[in-house]
């Protein structure tokens, strides 16, 4: 399995735990998609972006505002920068 595969399975596995409140399973699979789009795609690529924020969500939804709020910020510096034309399909 490929990086981006692996990056979609681990996407769909904490979505589909997300929704069903099982914060504890989604939270590392979050965690690891994160890693994993930092690698395959780059700290800047907007899918890191949205793996930033899927993990700050989560992060709200257990209290801890604190460890989300960074999430956040860098997922906004990403997405409000112009974009890399090498991430660009």
């Known amino acids: ?3 981006l595969d692996e990056l979609q399975k681990s996407i769909h596995l904490a979505m589909d735990s997300y929704e069903q409140g099982d914060y504890r399973t989604a939270r ?10 930092e690698q395959a795609l780059g ?8 793996a930033l924020n899927n993990l700050a ?3 709200v939804d257990q209290g801890d505002y604190a460890a989300a709020r960074p999430l956040y910020e860098r997922a906004l510096a990403i997405s409000s920068s112009p974009p890399c034309w090498s991430t660009i399909e």
């Open 1 to 3: 399995m490929n990086l």
């Open 28 to 37: 590392p699979l979050l965690e690891r998609a994160l890693a994993i789009s």
């Open 43 to 50: 700290p800047n690529h907007p899918d890191t972006a949205s």
């Open 57 to 59: 969500l989560l992060l």
